[in-house]
């Protein structure tokens, strides 16, 4: 069964924080690098932050030194700490494996509102 859980999101303000957890199935998370990604209404799905299997991680400019991607190997979960959140962080959060193509299966994702 494939599966991918996002939750978490929420309304903060600027400067607010948030911990985003995504739950995926066997089939998806083992052995895959697992990342966040996001979509900010009328923009494209964009890449945020990235976990290798072996754990290292890389950020994307915009949210580096912010964010913060760790995972649970024994629970397949992949988590994302937000922090100094800004608007222009807001928007769908979704969780995957990388690389994910448009048309393999994604998650509901989990939104994400900023105001200032």
């Known amino acids: 069964q494939v599966q991918l859980v996002e939750s978490g999101g929420g309304s903060v303000q600027a400067g607010g924080s948030l911990t985003l957890s995504c739950t995926a199935s066997?089939?998806?998370?083992?052995?895959?690098?697992m990342a966040w990604y996001r979509q900010a209404p009328g923009k494209q799905r964009e890449l945020v932050a990235r976990i290798f299997a072996f754990g290292h991680t890389i950020y994307e400019d915009s949210v580096r030194g912010r964010f913060t991607i760790s995972k649970d190997d024994s629970k397949k979960t992949v988590s994302l700490q937000m922090d100094f959140l800004q608007p222009e962080d807001a928007g769908t959060y979704y969780c995957n494996k990388l690389p994910a193509r448009e048309y393999d299966f994604w998650g509901q994702g989990t939104q994400v509102s900023v105001s200032l």
């Open positions: 066997a089939s998806i998370f083992n052995g895959n690098t």
